[in-house]
């Protein structure tokens, strides 16, 4: 099956620092996701992302589909922007995957 | 709009024991998905379902059971409870042929 992979696996940031997380996968996909798990354990939906560019206030994210990756960019963070970053492929299939995600921590 | 709502929270149960997990949704989504989430891992799907009556497994399908009588609800049973099924579940649902997936808030199993 597809396999998709996340680095860095965890990151500090000073708060107001910029970020660049990364998702690679192994086949082709028919739609991509990033989510945020804040550190409540909820499931922030971030961007529905299969391919091109989205922006949304300070996070913007970038899915190349022809080279199998996409970027989720973090500007000026805030602590509030601490937790889990996941990734999540689907294959055209019924089964999303997800990725093993970056943890992040933003110091004030 | 509710979303995607998944009952109970907490549960704390013994080995052996069985229990239902609810998850039910009012979008009119015809793809559903019972997730597990292990401390400090990803997300594992479990099972899902691409309309009423129909079922698939996931990728760790094994110790849990699934039906699909209406749109709106997908729940996942546990038929003899295992301390290695300690961990958060997490539903999700999405319109089918594609699109965004939507989770609901997670239950929190611990099996003693």
């Known amino acids: 099956g597809i396999q998709v992979e996340q680095s860095p696996p965890d990151l500090i940031l000073q708060e107001g620092a910029n970020s660049t997380l990364r998702c690679n996968f192994s086949d082709s996909v028919n739609n991509l996701q990033w989510f945020h798990q804040n550190p409540w354990g909820q499931l922030i939906n971030l961007f529905y992302i299969p391919s091109g560019t989205k922006q949304n206030g300070r996070l913007s994210a970038t899915t190349v589909a022809t080279e199998r990756y996409s970027l989720l960019y973090i500007s000026s963070s805030q602590t509030t922007d601490s937790g889990v970053y996941f990734c999540?492929?689907?294959?055209?299939?019924?089964?999303?995957?997800f990725g093993a995600g970056t943890r992040l921590f933003v110091k004030a | 709009n509710a979303g995607v709502t998944q009952t109970p929270k907490f549960q704390v149960l013994k080995t052996g024991q069985s229990m239902t997990l609810q998850c039910a949704q009012d979008m009119n989504h015809e793809y559903m998905s019972w997730y597990r989430q292990d401390p400090g891992m990803g997300l594992r799907l479990i099972h899902y379902s691409v309309g009423a009556g129909i079922t698939d497994q996931g990728e760790v399908p094994n110790g849990y059971n699934v039906s699909r009588s209406t749109t709106e609800d997908f729940p996942l049973r546990l038929l003899s409870a295992a301390p290695s099924q300690t961990s958060v579940y997490f539903c999700?649902?999405?319109?089918?042929?594609?699109?965004?997936?939507?989770f609901g808030e997670g239950s929190r199993l611990t099996v003693l």
């Open positions: 999540a492929v689907n294959t055209g299939g019924f089964k999303t995957i």
């Open positions: 999700a649902s999405r319109a089918g042929g594609g699109g965004e997936l939507f």
